[in-house]
């Protein structure tokens, strides 16, 4: 990422900076060390940023990509627990008729008893009527 913040000032003079701080020849180095300091850790600063501001956009893009993709898995998960409700009233709805027809085959059972009883019964009467 490309920046246009200066990095560079143009350099005073010592006799320039004599005017500004006397013949303080230690406040005119501080300052020079100042300014060297600043022109030399200013372009590494900015680099840092600039590179910070990067990792930061690309880890805001993965999270947006990562919330989109838990919203289609919440959306997934509401649709297949609709389809689960929707089976489980299907499940009880049969789980009745199997009552029923288990109910009926008990019926069944019990008329093909009754049947078997009257057939003994039947042949009881004829082996007594006939003698045989």
């Known amino acids: 990422m490309a920046t246009n913040i200066p990095t560079r000032s143009k350099r005073l003079t010592r ?9 303080d020849i230690e406040a ?6 100042l300014t060297s300091d600043v ?3 200013l ?6 940023f600039e590179v910070s501001a990067s990792d930061a956009q690309a880890i805001a893009v993965g999270a947006r990509s990562a919330a989109r993709a838990a ?3 919440a959306d997934s998960a509401a649709i297949l627990l609709a389809v689960c409700r929707t089976q489980a009233t299907a499940l009880q709805n049969m789980a009745g008729e199997l009552a029923a027809i288990r109910a009926e085959l008990q019926t069944v059972r019990q008329l093909k008893s009754a049947v078997h009883n009257i057939a003994q019964a ?6 007594l009527t006939i003698g045989v």
Not at 122 to 127: G, K, S
């Open 15 to 23: 006799d320039r900076l004599a005017r500004i701080f006397g013949q």
């Open 28 to 33: 005119i180095r501080a300052f020079e060390d």
């Open 39 to 41: 022109t030399e850790t």
């Open 43 to 48: 372009p590494d600063a900015i680099e840092s």
């Open 71 to 73: 919203q289609d898995a």
């Open 122 to 127: 039947v042949e009881e009467v004829r082996v």
